[in-house]
């Protein structure tokens, strides 16, 4: 068994395996008090006038306390993470980053400025970590790469992979959660996929350039990588688990 659990550790990509780590260790850390959640929370006030810029990565990496909510979204992680890399990514771990590095920003961004706006600054105020709506990005950005595979919801229903994140948000209201993060999620997802994807087909221009300092820190190979347009790419059914 720990052979087995040591050999898919080590079989995943380089970017997964490095942030599914540091989200293990952080949460780990904070369950165990090694690591305080006071020192790793978004705080603009903390970033700017104590120069604490530590902040502004490690409120993606903390995914609160060790439960339930914890193993969903740490095998969301791992698996559309992944997936994303392998298939979408294959060959292109700089780019992969970048998408992450985009997605983080993005969510940064629209916390900061949804504090300053009258009616929503509580709202926002209360949005400490975006490690979640990060993890839903990727869910979202998955989905919109491989809209035919089919899935199925626990056994009760299957849907096109299209629909994953329009699911796991009804999930959400359903038991409760808060939606914030999962919409926060879903608005960078769409936001990367429409200038990545949607705008170059229709202008001819790519806006997200990967930055050749980027570039330079990952050794990629040229991999053709056949995007999944229609069917005809669609694997076979997959079941999406999440007890």
């Not at 942030?19 to 903390?46: D, F, M």
């Not at 299209?162 to 926060?184: H, K, M």
Request: proline share 5%.
């Amino acid at each position: 068994m720990a052979q087995a659990v040591e050999e898919w550790y080590k079989q995943m990509p380089i970017i997964t395996r490095s942030y599914l780590t540091a989200a293990v260790v952080t949460t780990v850390g904070c369950s165990l008090e090694i690591i305080s959640p006071y020192n790793l929370y978004l705080n603009p006030k903390l970033i700017v006038q104590q120069y604490e810029i530590w902040r502004l990565v490690t409120n993606f990496l903390y995914f609160r306390k060790m439960d339930l909510d914890f193993l969903f979204h740490m095998f969301f992680l791992a698996r559309y993470c992944k997936l994303l890399e392998e298939n979408s990514f294959r060959g292109r771990t700089a780019d992969f980053f970048f998408m992450l590095l985009f997605g983080a920003t993005v969510l940064t961004g629209i916390v900061l400025i949804g504090g300053m706006i009258p009616y929503l600054s509580e709202s926002f105020a209360n949005i400490l970590f975006l490690s979640n709506s990060l993890t839903f990005m990727m869910v979202y950005v998955w989905s919109k790469h491989n809209p035919y595979i089919h899935m199925s919801f626990l056994g009760l229903f299957t849907f096109t992979a299209a629909y994953l994140p329009w699911v796991l948000l009804g999930f959400s209201i359903l038991v409760g959660s808060t939606t914030w993060v999962d919409l926060l999620g879903m608005i960078a997802g769409h936001a990367y996929y429409y200038l990545e994807d949607v705008y170059p087909q229709m202008t001819g221009r790519r806006p997200l350039k990967t930055p050749l300092f980027i570039k330079a820190l990952f050794a990629d190979d040229d991999v053709l990588v056949a995007q999944p347009g229609n069917e005809r790419f669609a694997p076979p059914a997959q079941d999406l688990h999440q007890d």
